[in-house]
């Protein structure tokens, strides 16, 4: 039901930062985790970050946490990534993601490229 649309991505200096952002459409927005995952070529699908509808958060690693910050801003339906320090690493299709509670990652956005250049 929940709709997906990211924006923010591109091309970056090692180092640099992006904010990416993941505009949600539909109704009861509030009621969903929303997330990010990320994907290369040749590499599974990673889950990079989540928020809960009550504001919990969750990152992959400890050195997602070290370097980026998700947050959403419930009265805009948007979600957010903000990415510091990118490194060449961090260059993948990232994907905005939505959920019910007690269901799966079901909902999904057409994804945004993020490259960073050494």
């Known amino acids: 039901q929940v709709q997906l649309v990211e924006s923010g991505g591109g091309l970056v200096q090692a180092g640099g930062s992006l904010r990416l952002s993941c505009a949600a459409s539909?109704?009861?927005?509030?009621?969903?985790?929303m997330g990010w995952f990320r994907q290369t070529p040749g590499k599974e699908r990673e889950f990079v970050a989540g928020?809960?509808?009550?504001?919990?958060?969750?990152y992959a690693s400890e050195s997602v946490k070290a370097r980026f910050t998700i947050s959403r801003d419930n009265a805009k339906n948007t979600v957010y990534l903000q990415m510091i320090s990118l490194k060449s690493e961090d260059t993948a299709v990232y994907y905005c993601?939505?959920?019910?509670?007690?269901?799966?990652?079901?909902?999904w956005g057409q994804g945004t490229q993020v490259t960073v250049s050494s």
């Open positions: 993601v939505a959920r019910l509670p007690g269901y799966g990652w079901d909902y």
């Open positions: 928020i809960s509808w009550t504001g919990t958060i969750t």
């Open positions: 539909g109704r009861s927005f509030s009621s969903y985790a």
